[in-house]
């Protein structure tokens, strides 16, 4: 411990500085510092003093800190000095210092007095002052080293080397002290050499002391004990210290396991920790099971290491171990068990591709089993309908409700999902699918046809005018309903609603309309699941029904009256006059005869037209009449049905004249409201008028013939009227009706039979001015009229 007065006076100056502070503070005196301590320095010994200052209080606490931590240092002790308290700090009593390995220690030494603490460090370097060799400490304690050789070592081979320190560096001798002498050397540099005979086979325990002498005289010494192991001739020992077996599980117990095989003498096996699942025959080195492996019961029996010890049964202590790996495989003895067992679904026709119909929730229970694999097996039905995707159930190819093929099946898809574990074997567990596909209305309906028809117009009431087919892709097939839209006011057709028959409901006229244009509804039924009107389907076609026309109109003649006065100097090949005549019914052929008047057979028809033959008018030979009232009949068909008419012509030929002109003269005389005859070839029905005017002429004819008689008798004037009476009888007949048809019934009284009209008698050629009387059927007016000229004078 250095004193310097400048390091002193420092101090105090540093003291007095504190104490002239207003408060003294508890402080280190003499703190921090440095020491020096010889390493061979004892326990007790002070390493270093001071005094801590104003600590006021009765119970200050000090602690002290070592770094590096050792406890070679006692706790520093306090002791009252006056006002001040000293610090001392000692070396402990295990105190064993060594510059060679710690050669400072700093040690922190902090002090708390009441609420004040303070501290401060101490340096303590440590200085080697040891001199004689020191022997290596377990080597030099009271128990010695040991050491421990195989007897069959070779001779004189090291089997121990002496260490020490030797701090001087004097040269250093090793001698065996004890025993004296030893079967063991030691060399120059400390080693302990085995005897130089070997050792015998046995066990044996030899204990040297052996100590070191440098040139200086300083010694150390210790103590060796060698122990000797006998050497085996055969030892235990594993051929394979290795092996893993493969086992399966659920082989029952007792199933064998492996055997394993030791070298060696009267080897005996036993397993190290036991397993309580393996046992192993200690005299065959055979391991088997002790119960049943499964492993869904206890999963960590997959994979066991067992530990199994040889042994020579006389020499416990020749051993070896093996290590026996034991893999216990899982045998796949479940099958998966998935829900739900069976899959039975309802879907619509329209269910796209993709959707999922059903989920299967599978497990196995076998524990390497868990990889599922998921597959469906189709029917002929079902044919490429499904997929699995993993463990669902998806739409493969559009479910189809439409087909007579799935009709005939309920509409229910049936297939078979197949869950198969990765086990070994294989095991599959099946899943029964029935998916029932319930119906879309998909399609429309389609007008097939034909979409012309034609109908007679005559035909009657129901008669069937042809089918409209119509057909419908969604199952039931074609089951649609028909319904005239429009095209009808009033309804002339009906159309069968279910199967398209169009029925013929009103009557029929080709000449008021031709043609039928009508629209179709086409609506389909029952597509649905539940009858879905939102989802009727419709279209609409147009068909054509065209009316066919049939001979149902007699021909008209307009005029129904001609007159006329020709020449009798016409050329023959002109036409006299033209009838006009038409018949509405496109298809008739108007074919033109006269039936009446045509005296001496002077007239004939061409077409419609009259032409005459060469009129003969000699007064001295052969004199034709002046005068004709020509009955020309008109017939619309040469079969049945036919029509005719009658139309009159009057032709007043004038016989002298030559030089006349021979244009004709053609006066029509509309203001005669006649009326036509409408005849057929069965029946015929004169109009009052032409019976009063053919009762008339008829009785005319005979009044001349009779005055013609008489007067050629008599010579006396002709005169008298008596046509108005004729015409009594005739009218008559208009009562006698024959309803035998009751179509012609409907329209008109039929007439007497034609025969009638053979009864026609040629008008009389006799000019006389106003000779019958008669009265206008339609407005009842009666007249005076001329037989010749048809001329009427209305009275
Ligand atoms: C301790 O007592 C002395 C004398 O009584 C005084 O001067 C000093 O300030 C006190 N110290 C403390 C820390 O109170
Ligand atoms: C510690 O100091 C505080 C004020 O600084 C004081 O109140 C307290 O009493 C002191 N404690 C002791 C044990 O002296
Ligand atoms: C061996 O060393 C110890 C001290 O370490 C000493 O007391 C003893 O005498 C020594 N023995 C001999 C034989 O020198
Ligand atoms: C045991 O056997 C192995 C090989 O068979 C051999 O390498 C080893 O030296 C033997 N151990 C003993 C102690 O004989
Ligand atoms: C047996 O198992 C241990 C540890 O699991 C391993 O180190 C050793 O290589 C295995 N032995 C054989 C033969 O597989
Ligand atoms: C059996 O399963 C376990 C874990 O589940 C796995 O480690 C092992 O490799 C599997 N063994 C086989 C043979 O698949
Ligand atoms: C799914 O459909 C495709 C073609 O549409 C077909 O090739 C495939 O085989 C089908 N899958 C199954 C599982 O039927
Ligand atoms: C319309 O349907 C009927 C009955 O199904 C069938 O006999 C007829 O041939 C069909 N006509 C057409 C044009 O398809
Ligand atoms: C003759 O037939 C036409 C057309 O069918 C008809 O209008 C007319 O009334 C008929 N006349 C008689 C007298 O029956």
């Given at each position: 411990?250095?004193f ?52 006021n ?34 070396l ?7 510059a060679?390995?710690?050669n ?17 460090q ?19 304690s ?6 421990t ?5 070779p ?14 560096n004097?040269?250093?001798t ?105 046992y ?23 994979s ?21 790996n ?16 069976v899959?039975?679904?309802q ?56 087909s ?35 119906p ?58 279910k199967?398209?028959?169009i ?46 026309d ?11 009256y ?12 002109s ?9 509405v ?24 037209s ?9 007064p ?24 005719s ?106 007439p ?23 009265q ?20």
């Open positions: 411990m250095g310097h007065p400048s390091e002193s006076l420092l101090k105090l100056s540093i003291a007095l500085l504190c104490i002239m502070q207003a408060k003294g503070q508890v402080s280190f005196v003499g703190l921090p510092d440095t020491v020096t301590l010889l390493q061979s320095s004892a326990r007790g010994t002070v390493v270093y003093t001071f005094t801590m200052e104003n600590c209080s009765t119970n200050p606490t000090v602690t002290m800190d070592a770094s590096p931590t050792t406890n070679f240092f006692n706790t520093p002790s306090l002791t009252i000095a006056g006002l001040d308290y000293n610090i001392e700090i000692t402990s009593s295990t105190v064993a210092l060594n060679d390995v710690v400072q220690y700093i040690l922190t030494i902090t002090a708390t007095c009441d609420n004040e603490t303070v501290f401060n101490l340096f303590v370097m440590i200085k080697n002052d040891i001199v004689e060799p020191q022997c290596e400490p377990k080597f030099s009271q128990a010695g080293d040991t050491v050789v195989y007897s069959n070592i001779a004189s081979s090291p089997i121990y080397k002496v260490v020490l320190r030797q701090p001087n004097a040269p250093v090793y001698s065996i002290i004890q025993p004296s002498p030893s079967v063991f050397a030691i060399s120059t540099s400390g080693s302990v050499l085995s005897p130089t005979s070997g050792f015998t086979n046995a066990a044996k325990t030899y204990q040297l002391q052996i100590k070191v002498t440098d040139s200086l005289g300083n010694s150390c010494n210790g103590t060796l004990t060698v122990e000797v192991l006998p050497v085996y001739q055969n030892p235990i020992n594993f051929t394979v210290p290795s092996t893993a077996v493969t086992i399966r599980e659920n082989a029952g117990p007792g199933a064998f396991v492996t055997t394993i095989t030791a070298q060696g003498n009267n080897v005996q096996y036993e397993m190290i920790s036991p397993n309580s699942a393996y192993i025959n200690a005299d065959t080195g055979i391991i088997r099971t002790t119960f049943n492996l499964d492993l869904e019961r206890i999963p960590s029996l997959a066991t290491t067992l530990q199994v010890r040889a042994y020579d049964k006389n020499l416990r202590s020749s051993s070896a171990i093996a290590t026996v034991i893999t216990v495989l899982d045998v796949n003895d479940m099958a998966p068990l998935c829900t739900p067992a899959i039975v679904n879907v619509p026709q329209t269910t796209p591709i993709g959707n999922i119909l059903a989920t299967l929730t599978c497990t196995d229970p076998d524990v390497n089993s868990t990889a599922l694999s998921y597959s469906v097996i189709s029917n002929a039905n079902s044919l490429y309908s499904f997929r699995m995707q993993s463990n669902n159930l998806v739409v493969n190819n559009t479910l189809n409700y439409d007579a093929e799935i009709a005939s099946v309920n509409f229910q898809y049936s297939a078979t999902i197949v869950v198969t574990d990765s086990g070994t074997p294989q095991l599959t567990t099946n899943i029964p699918v029935f998916i029932t596909v319930t879309v209305n998909n399609y429309s309906p389609q007008c097939i046809g034909p979409l012309t028809y034609s109908v007679n117009e005559n035909a009657p009431f129901g008669t069937v005018v042809g089918q409209l087919n119509a057909t419908d892709a969604d199952y039931k097939f074609n089951n649609v309903e028909f319904t005239i839209e429009g095209g009808q006011n009033p309804p002339v057709f009906y159309m069968d609603p199967s398209g028959e029925h013929v409901l009103g009557p029929l006229d080709f000449e008021t309309r031709s043609s039928y244009s009508l629209r179709i509804q086409v609506v389909d039924l029952n597509n649905d699941i539940m009858p879905d009107p939102v989802n009727q389907k419709s279209t609409y076609c147009t068909i054509t029904i065209n009316v066919q049939y001979n149902d109109n007699p021909p008209v003649c307009n005029p129904p001609y007159s006329t006065t020709i020449y009798s100097t016409l050329v023959t090949t036409n006299i006059l033209s009838l006009q005549c038409t018949d019914d496109p298809t008739s052929t108007l074919t033109y005869s006269i039936v009446g008047g045509n005296v001496d057979n002077l007239f004939l028809m061409n077409g419609n009259i032409r005459h033959n060469p009129f003969s008018y000699n001295d030979g052969v004199y034709n009449p002046v005068s004709f009232t020509l009955l020309v009949k008109v017939t619309d068909s040469t079969s049945s049905p036919q029509f008419t009658t139309a009159i012509v009057n032709i007043d030929v004038v016989p002298w004249t030559t030089t006349q002109p021979t244009t004709t003269t053609t006066t029509t005389t509309p203001e005669k409201k006649t009326k036509i005859v409408n005849e057929t070839s069965t029946y015929w029905q004169p109009d009052i008028w032409f019976m009063v005017v053919l009762t008339i002429t008829a009785a005319l004819l005979l009044l001349a013939l009779s005055l013609l008689a008489w007067k050629l008798a008599t010579g006396n004037p002709i005169c008298g009227n008596t046509a108005t009476e004729a015409t009594q009888p005739l009218l008559q007949n208009k009562s006698v009706a024959n309803v035998e048809n009751p179509l012609d019934a409907a329209k008109e009284q039929p007497p039979p034609s025969k009638d009209k053979k009864d026609i008698a040629p008008v009389s050629p006799l000019s006389l001015q106003f000779d019958g009387r008669a206008d059927p339609v407005t009842g007016r009666e007249y005076l009229f001329n037989s010749h000229t048809g001329e009427r004078r209305w009275l």
